[in-house]
Structure formats: structure tokens, C-alpha cells
């Protein structure tokens, strides 16, 4: 009995480790890929972002099929590109970046928002290209909740490379091509942070919801509401995420007027 009990608990361990172990790789490969598309690497970028969308998604798996020895060799390979990438000549001015991490999201929409009335602003596309910074916290948490924020970033990101490839397409058809794919992106990160949403209700995580969960969400929804023109996508095509979440974070808004009157205007131009 002593025995079976012991093997247990090494079994556990063990799994433990590993998930650990896939689930801070894909927050590396998210962050290389930060740096990438920073420095305009676009394809190595995406490449990137797909490996650490990919390798999250395994982990969070009962039975992964991701092998160590590929993810090790993934990482190896992202790191070597970070060395060697050779960047656009230029930036093509369809697109301006802004690197920040999940403890930026509130003053990020502050600034996004205040800057709606500059023209030159406006012509571009503002794409907010999010790293992790890893602490114990952070992977105890996405550890025992593989839908939670850390998911939606990645997603994020993989739109905002697939956006950024599109603006260097020279066929228009490949370009709206990304430029859906991004759409789709988003749209799984707004679905992803309803469940966050729903999950930090109900566990009280009041601070969270104010302080990450809802500015994240106002960045996607902006986000959405830039790319859907592009597309031809109708406003209400979208009017499902922005009802949902004025369900679920209405006495949340009450608190704070700024991300109130934010994600009214957002709601008012879907």
C-alpha cells in the first residue's frame, strides 16, 4: 500500500515537471517571438508565436504529444534566430509597435485611447505585442488554469504577426488571407478571457479582473473593431464579446469611470 501510495506521488512529481517544463517553453517562445517582431523579423516571428500557441495547447492536454526533445530543439532553434534574423530594410509605416507586458494593460489603454485623435496614429495599425515575465507565481497559476490569461496573450500576439506579414504581401488575396487569420486569432482570445472572466468571478479575484482582465479585453476588442473594416466584416459580426462582457464585468465598470467609458465606446462603435 506504502509502495503504491509513494509511486503516486513520484508519478506526480514528475508530471509536474513536465508541464512546468511545456508550459514555461511556450512563454520563452512567446517572448522570443516579442523580440522578433519587434525588430521586424516578421516570418521568424510568426513562426514563433505558432510554436509557443502550439506547445500550450499540448500541455494542456491529459496526454501530451509534444516531445521534450522537439520542444528543446524549438527553443534552440527560436534562440539561434534571434541571433542571426535579418530584419526589414524599413518599416513599411502600416504598422507601429508597442512591447509590453500584462502589468502595462491598464495604462496601455489609457494611452491607445487618448491617442484615437491623432491622425497619423490613426492611419496605422497599433499592434500591442505582450511578453510574460515568468515568476513562481505566474506558472502556479498557468499551470493549474491553461485557459487563463497567458493563452489570450499568445493568441494576441500570433494576430499581430499574422497582421504583420500581411502588410509585406504583394498579393492582395494572401494578405486578406492573414489578415482573417489574425481576425480569428482575436476572436479565440476574446472567447478564451469569457472563461477567465467567468473563472475569476466566481474564485473572487476582484483585483485581477480590474487590473489585467478587463484593460487586456478593451485591447482586443479595439483590436477587432481596427481589423474588421479591413475585412468588410459587419460591426455586429462582433457584438457578441462586448455584450458578454458588459454582463459579466458591469459592477466591475462602475468602479472606475476611464475603462467604463472606454469599453461603452468600443460597445458603441461594434
Known sequence: M??????????????????????????????????????????????AFTDATAIMHDASMCEPHLSLTAINATLEKSYREVSHCSPLAKNNGFVRFRVITEN???????????????????????????????SETTIREG?????GTERS?????????????????????????????????????????????????MNGQKNELRTRILPFTLLILHALDRLAPALRIP?????HYTTVFLDVLEEFLEEDDMYSSCLRSTAAAA
Not at 504583420?164 to 480569428?184: D, I, K, N, W
Not at 460591426?235 to 457584438?239: H, K, N, R, S, V
Open 235 to 239: 460591426y455586429d459580426a462582433f457584438q
Open 104 to 134: 502595462d494593460f491598464a495604462d496601455t489603454v489609457k494611452t491607445g485611447f487618448n491617442e484615437s485623435d491623432d491622425s497619423k496614429a490613426s492611419s496605422q495599425f497599433s499592434l500591442n505585442i505582450i511578453r510574460i515575465e515568468l
Open 153 to 201: 496573450i499568445l493568441l494576441n500576439n500570433l494576430a499581430a504577426s499574422y497582421i504583420c506579414v500581411a502588410t509585406t504581401s504583394a498579393f492582395s488575396h494572401v494578405a486578406e488571407r492573414y489578415l482573417a487569420l489574425a481576425y480569428q486569432m482575436l476572436q479565440l482570445a476574446c472567447s478564451n478571457l469569457e472563461s477567465v472572466c467567468q473563472y475569476s468571478c
Open 2 to 47: 506504502n509502495e503504491s501510495y509513494n509511486l503516486r506521488i513520484v508519478t506526480s512529481e514528475l508530471m509536474c515537471t513536465d508541464v512546468q517544463f511545456r508550459y514555461t517553453a511556450a512563454i520563452a517562445l512567446n517572448n522570443v517571438g516579442a523580440s522578433l517582431l519587434a525588430r521586424r523579423c516578421y516570418d521568424e516571428a510568426l513562426e
Open 143 to 147: 499551470m493549474a488554469y491553461f485557459r
